[in-house]
Every structure is written in C-alpha cells, then in structure tokens.
C-alpha cells in the first residue's frame, strides 16, 4: 500500500487518477486542491466515502500549509497536477498562470525536497515527483508528419503554455541541481467525463442540448491527438509508479482529428444518443457557427507516445470512436454535475478575446 498525494485532485485529470487508484489499487490517496473555478468536488464523490481517502484544501502557493500536510501524510510518491490549463482564459488573464504554475510548482518542489532529504536511505531512493505537463509546450507542428518526441525542443505559443513549459524546466532543473527523483510527463488533449465545459468537447456537447451555436474557431482545420483521461489516468499511474527518475514520457492517444471534425462526430452521436432535439432544430450540425480564431492558435499537435509503450508497457485502451461515444453519453446522463458547474463561476461564454 502506498502513500500518494495528488495535487489538483479536485481538477479534471487529476479526478480521474484518484478514481482510478482508490478503485484499482490498496494505495492511500492524499489529494490538495485549493478549489479555484475548475475544481470540483463532485468529481470526487464515486470516491469520497473511501477510507484511503482525504481531501484538504491548500493552495500549492501556501509554503507552510503544504509543508505540514506533507509532514503529516509522509508521501511516498507526489503527482503534481495542480495547475491552471485553459488556453483563452490565459489570453485574458496571464498572472493567475504565472501563480499557479510557476510560482506554485517552485513551492512544490521545494516542499517536496525538504521533506525527501529528511528521509532514511530507503524511502528516499523510492521516492518520486511526477510533475504532469502538456504537449503545447512544443509549440507548433510544422507539417502533418512530424511528432512530438521526449526531445523535441521547447516553442510554447500562449501564456498559458509558457508557463507549463517554464514549470518542466523548474523539475528538471530541481533533478540537475538538487537530486530530486522527479519524472516529467507531457499529455496530448485529454477528454471524457467530469471535463470542465470551458474545453471544445463538453462545451459542445452541453450547448448542442441546449441549442446554442457550437463555435467552431477559423477554418477548423486545427488538428488535436485526443487522449480518453482514463487512458491518461492509468498511464500517469504506471509512470509515477514504474517509470524511472530523470526521465520524460510522452503520452497521447493516437487519436488526431480536426476540430470541424470532432464536432460533426460529436453531433452525429448526439443525433443517436440524444434525438429528443430543442424545439426548431432539425438537425445539431446546424448549430455550427464559424468564429473568430483564437490569438496565436497552433495548427498541429501530435504525439510520438512509442517512448512510453516500449519501456513501460502503456497503450490507450479507448479508440477515439469508442470515448467519444462514452463521453457523450455521460454528459447526457449526467446534467446535475455539469449544471451545478454553469450555475457557478462560468456560463460558457468564450474567453480569450481581450487582447
């Protein structure tokens, strides 16, 4: 039985990785979530009553309350999620993302290296920070046959991307500098159940039900490797509990697709899944609506994910037909959760426009 603690558990991924270890393993799960806009509770009740499960509010930028939550709990491994990650809301407001993920994973790492050199030898020489990042890191793709690798160099595009990528660098240098066991990985677009409905799919499919226009920015031609997040759920664990210290791991879905495309998919399962339409519409993909690109928007994203099949045995299990199909179907069944989020700090408006 292990001791993990989970940063931004409250958070989309970071949901999904609590689920799946309380349900799949005996290990203890400490999860830290400060609970801003995008963290949510709710996410947490198939788990909540798990007795190798506790919740504390902390902001990952509190030194001393991360310091004693980690004295108390004694973690064998951190997974650090917590992280702010919409690309337009980052447009808007770029300090809130320098917070969080600089300032707050420079507050993490040192946290966590205090209490890793009080360790006795064993338990040092165990111990792991799995610092989770993005593929929007790397910037743009330049033509439709190149991948992101381990090694592909750094070009972040918006605010929010720099900052991911300015935290990467943090970990890898406490590893250089200090000796800290950390591991990096970085993730192609995740999507599935409890997805804050700011991100294109659930955005789309709660505005079709309600027979809003689904925003499709410039051509949507802008093309995205997709990644079920109990795929990504299940990769994050073997890598935080097999994966070797210094090393990074690419993880996506082998999943790309356009944007126009994810929608249309979208609305033809919605068209079976959901006939019952709005009154006055006949059909969902008539709800499309073109719209001004986002600002400094990349064209490709695309994992090379083979790094992480070939040394630790991961491959998604979720086709992109078979997720979205899950997808859809859950956000149908399961309005209470994604309408106490509406009802709260976002009402689906677009973001990232005030330049």
């Known amino acids: 039985m292990r001791r993990i603690l989970v940063t931004g558990g409250a958070g989309f991924i970071g949901s999904a990785v609590v689920r799946h270890i309380l349900s799949s393993t005996q290990d203890r799960v400490l999860v830290l979530d400060k609970l801003s806009y995008a963290g949510n509770l709710a996410s947490l009740d198939p788990v909540a009553d798990n007795p190798r499960f506790t919740f504390k509010k902390v902001d990952i930028c509190d030194r001393a309350a991360l310091d004693a939550e980690v004295a108390a709990f004694q973690p064998q491994l951190i997974m650090h999620l917590a992280a702010e990650s919409h690309v337009d809301r980052s447009i808007d407001g770029p300090l809130a993302f320098v917070e969080t993920n600089i300032v707050g994973t420079y507050m993490m790492l040192e946290s966590a290296r205090h209490y890793w050199a009080s360790l006795p030898a064993p338990e ?62 970085n993730c192609s677009n995740n999507y599935g159940p409890y997805h804050f409905p700011e991100k294109l799919i659930p955005l789309m499919i709660i505005n079709a ?38 090393e990074t791991y690419n993880i996506g879905g082998h999943n790309e697709r356009r944007n126009i495309d994810v929608i249309e998919t979208l609305c033809a399962l919605l068209e079976e899944l959901a006939p019952q339409k709005p009154r006055g519409l006949l059909y969902y993909r008539d709800l499309i609506t073109r719209v001004t690109d986002r600002p400094g928007h990349d064209r490709r994203y695309a994992i090379d994910a083979g790094k992480i099949e070939r040394e630790l045995g991961w491959r998604p299990q979720e086709t992109f037909e078979s997720g979205m199909r899950k997808t859809v179907s859950w956000f149908i069944h399961n309005p209470a959760w994604w309408q106490g989020v509406l009802d709260g700090s976002y009402r689906g408006e677009r973001l990232g426009l005030s330049l």
């Open 209 to 246: 039900l309600a027979g809003k226009p689904l925003p499709v920015y410039g051509d949507g031609g802008q093309i995205r490797d997709w990644l079920y997040v109990d795929d990504h759920a299940r990769a994050l664990y073997q890598v935080v509990t097999t994966g070797k210290a210094g």
């Open 124 to 185: 040092k020489s165990a111990f792991i920070f799995h610092h989770i990042s993005t593929d929007e890191v790397f910037g743009d793709l330049e033509n439709d046959t190149d991948f992101f690798t381990e090694t592909t160099p750094y070009a972040p595009s918006s605010p929010y991307s720099a900052t991911k990528a300015s935290s990467d660098h943090l970990v890898r240098a406490w590893y250089r500098t200090y000796g800290l066991p950390v591991i990096v990985t």
